[in-house]
């Protein structure tokens, strides 16, 4: 796990430049309770387990609320666990060519996928900036202290044997009065799926713990961060996996969830504000994930 790759060029887009979508499955999620703890993630496919936010239909779908983690000119950002890089696109997007972005993962397929993307955003926007796609272990950043004005760890904590020292490492790089953003899958989703299927967490690359949202908050101002804002996103995800465990994750023909799928992947391409309306609604009560938004003090 202590091994860093290294691997990129620098450059930064301009605000028009825009990400090109490829096709990425949506992913179970997590919380905190110690549940499975010693195990290894699940993995139905890169994609399969982490991002509830991100699902095949032509569209980034972001679970960080970038005007409440804003991007100015200028940052360095380092996007952790960066999967197949959706938030890292945006982040690059923003930065505006004054700023550096990093996104970091372990898996060597997503981290080609995300400098293929950055290459072809700056293509597009024919502007140079700052870069940097590296594999490297959240519990041992290789980056000096205080590097980083923005942090974001989206569906990674519930994957890491020691949260407390993956925080800890994500507060020593970033500067004082930085900003972290910390996603994971929401508790009573997360356990609903535990309980329908054990598939949902006993496959390599699966999550080793439930969070709630109460131990979250008390583990990050432990760490010297105040929390300004807590979100909870994706509903419509959490039904999803919910299907999926009751017809059975290894069960891919399964034509309920399929449909489902169908039906989301439709929404991503519309956006529907009706529907779009529906699931802010249903985020009150069975959320995907929770997001909290903190400030280093």
């Known amino acids: 796990m202590r ?6 060029r620098s450059l ?5 430049a825009q990400a090109p979508s490829f096709r990425r499955a949506l992913a179970p999620g997590d919380g905190e309770r110690g549940e499975g703890k010693g195990r290894t993630a699940l993995h139905l496919g890169r994609g399969g387990t982490e991002d509830p936010g991100s699902i095949s ?3 980034l779908v972001l679970t960080v609320n970038f005007n409440l983690f804003e991007i100015r000119d200028g940052d360095r950002f380092l996007d952790v666990g960066c999967g197949e890089g959706r938030h890292s696109y945006e982040a690059y997007r923003l930065n505006n060519g004054s700023g550096v972005t990093c996104a970091m993962d372990l898996d060597d397929l997503c981290l080609r996928k995300t400098k293929y993307v950055l290459d072809h955003m700056d293509q597009q926007s024919g502007s140079n900036g700052n870069r940097n796609v590296l594999c490297g272990d959240a519990l041992n950043l290789p980056f000096k202290d205080a590097s980083f004005d923005k942090i974001l760890c989206a569906e990674v904590m519930e994957h890491v044997d020691d949260p407390d020292q993956g ?7 970033l500067k004082p009065g930085g900003l972290l953003a910390v996603t994971v899958p929401t508790y009573v989703p997360e356990k609903t799926c535990w309980i329908l299927d054990s ?33 909870y996103e994706h509903a419509f995800h959490s039904i999803y996996w919910t299907l999926r465990c009751i017809f059975g994750l290894k069960n891919e023909e399964a034509r309920v969830p399929a449909i489902y799928l169908r039906f989301l992947e439709m929404q991503i391409v519309t956006k529907s504000r009706f529907v779009s309306w529906v699931e802010r609604i249903l985020n009150f009560f069975f959320p995907k994930s929770i997001v909290i938004y903190t400030r280093k003090i």
């Not at 091994?3 to 990129?8: E, L, S, V, W």
């Not at 925080?167 to 790089?173: A, H, L, S």
């Open 3 to 8: 091994h860093f790759g290294a691997a990129t």
């Open 12 to 16: 930064c887009p301009g605000r028009g």
């Open 57 to 59: 239909g032509g569209t």
């Open 167 to 173: 925080i800890e490492e994500m507060v020593r790089v």
């Open 199 to 231: 598939d949902y967490y006993n496959h390599p690359g699966g999550h080793v713990r439930i969070f709630t949202a109460q131990g979250l908050v008390k583990m990050l101002r432990r760490h010297n961060l105040r929390v300004y804002a807590i979100r």
